[in-house]
């Protein structure tokens, strides 16, 4: 009988023992992107989301990631910008992702104060997150950079033309120069240069540039621009324009000193240093339209931006202030541009393992 009622016993205790050793291993939270409040100057209600990677490097890089028109944070993180989260995770560097909250969900590159450092727009509120971001993490002030897409593709130029001093590269998919889409009535649309109408020399467009940052006379960032020569939202004549606005801002010819085509339908011409860093690249893509970037281009704009770093990353701190992106938005569609998985690959850089999740 007490054989047989120890047996019971046993039977009855050992799953409520099991059930205990797995309540008791708590899995690490995962890294996900996290919404920040109270993040500094904010003048035109940006919200701001942050993504931190499981192990972060010593002396991370920290991109700043703009969307597009219509889009949002979750869109983009989980979309068309997601090599960007992959390669996070690989390489350790931090993720800001600025998310406009006006009807439209487009940035501010056209009024007086969006085209003026620190002038009370978007750009103002965007550089409040760079600096919450540089104050809780040891970020590498020489590899802040930027990127974004379409509307993002804008202010990308924008920022790098206002605060040359804080981004050391950029890459704009679908944009125009700096400055090209300014209004004087408010609007945020200006369909003479979505058009590509806009056309002006190439030291107009680097004094347009200069005047968003009155006397400043360091270097400008290295920039990386990619467009779509069928592209009719922001015309194709714009990619030109911004070549020369680069060029004149970086002293620089017009003339390539370096010409290749990575893929059949594509013509890459490189300005100044010729190496996978160069001073200013252009990727023409022929037939393709406004839907930038397609599967497997980001690995060229994170090699672009020397976010392909090695350094052993190290695991993240966790500052206060951070709320979890809601689980709606986490799962957000994966953006609009996503394209046909190419699976490209740069043939002058090792293979980074990217692809769009689709």
């Known amino acids: ?54 192990r972060v490097a010593a002396r991370p890089a920290l991109l700043v990631l703009v969307h597009y028109c219509g889009g949002s944070a979750g869109a983009i993180f989980n979309g068309n910008g997601h090599d960007y989260v992959t390669a996070a995770d690989r390489y350790g560097y931090i993720i800001v992702v600025p998310e406009a909250t006006r009807s439209e969900k487009c940035f501010d590159v056209s009024t007086p104060a969006a085209l003026r450092r620190d002038g009370g727009s978007d750009s103002t509120g965007i550089m409040a997150m760079v600096s919450y971001t540089r ?10 950079v930027v990127s974004g897409f379409s509307s993002g593709a804008m202010m990308t130029n924008v920022l790098a033309a206002e605060y040359p001093d804080v981004f050391s590269a950029a890459s704009a998919f679908s944009g125009v120069p700096a400055g090209c889409f300014a209004t004087t009535n408010g609007s945020l649309w200006n369909s003479q240069c979505s058009g590509g109408q806009l056309i002006k ?104 931006l020397g976010l392909d770093g090695t350094t052993t990353p190290s695991p993240s701190p966790s500052p206060s202030g951070l709320r979890p992106l809601p689980g709606r938005a986490q799962r957000e569609h994966r953006g609009r541009h996503a394209g046909a998985d190419l699976g490209l690959q740069r043939p002058d850089q090792p293979d980074l393992g990217l692809h769009l999740r689709r």
């Open 135 to 144: 104050q809780r993490y040891n970020v590498d002030p020489s590899r802040i």
């Open 201 to 304: 020399t190439a030291q107009q467009w680097g004094d347009q540039a200069r005047a968003m940052y009155s006397g400043y006379t360091g270097r400008y960032p290295r920039i990386q621009l990619w467009h779509g020569t069928t592209d009719t939202t922001l015309a194709y004549p714009n990619y030109g324009e911004e070549i020369k606005q680069w060029t004149n801002l970086n002293g620089l010819s017009q003339t390539p000193a370096f010409t290749d085509h990575p893929q059949s339908s594509w013509t890459r011409t490189r300005y100044g240093n010729t190496s996978t860093q160069a001073t200013v690249e252009g990727i023409s893509i022929s037939g393709v339209g406004h839907q930038l970037p397609m599967n497997g281009q980001l690995a060229y704009a994170i090699s672009f």
């Open 1 to 54: 009988m007490k054989r047989r009622l120890t047996a019971i016993l046993a039977a009855v205790a050992l799953p409520l023992v099991v059930a205990g050793m797995f309540l008791g291993v708590r899995p690490a939270a995962a890294a996900s992107l996290t919404r920040v409040t109270g993040f500094g100057n904010n003048p035109t209600n940006l919200n701001m989301y942050l993504y931190v990677p499981d």
